[in-house]
Nanobody, 121 residues
């Protein structure tokens, strides 16, 4: 089992930056693909970014390309999402996810509880 705990959410103004972190425990995630999703009130969960186990490949939601960067530190068993130039529409609960096989935009085996990002104008 892998437990994921997100942190770093908060209230920021549009244009600000925020860095989300995902700490894994239970086992090493060095061979797991990692991803971030988000869900705004009244909306479906949305894929944001993913990174392969070795960090060599990444994938992003089109609307966050150039603003968000996903990264990982296998030695620390963590993954991160650097979010720059935040927009009002980026406000949501952000979830970290991990999977030993899938590197995609939908199904991941393990999920965190989420961290809230609020963006004000």
């Amino acid at each position: 089992q892998v437990q994921l705990v997100e942190s770093g959410g908060g209230l920021v103004q549009a244009g600000d930056s925020l860095r989300l972190s995902c700490a894994a425990s239970g086992r090493s995630i060095s061979t797991y693909h990692m991803a971030w999703f988000r869900q705004a009130p009244g909306k479906e969960r949305e894929f944001v970014a993913a990174i392969t186990w070795n960090g060599l490949n990444t994938n992003y939601l089109e609307s966050v390309k150039g603003r968000f960067t996903i990264s990982r530190d296998n030695a620390k068993n963590t993954a991160s999402l650097q979010m720059n130039s935040l927009k009002l529409e980026d406000a949501a609960a952000y979830y970290c996810a991990a999977d030993p096989l899938r590197f995609g935009t939908r199904q991941y085996r393990y999920w965190g509880q989420g961290t809230q990002v609020t963006v004000s104008s």
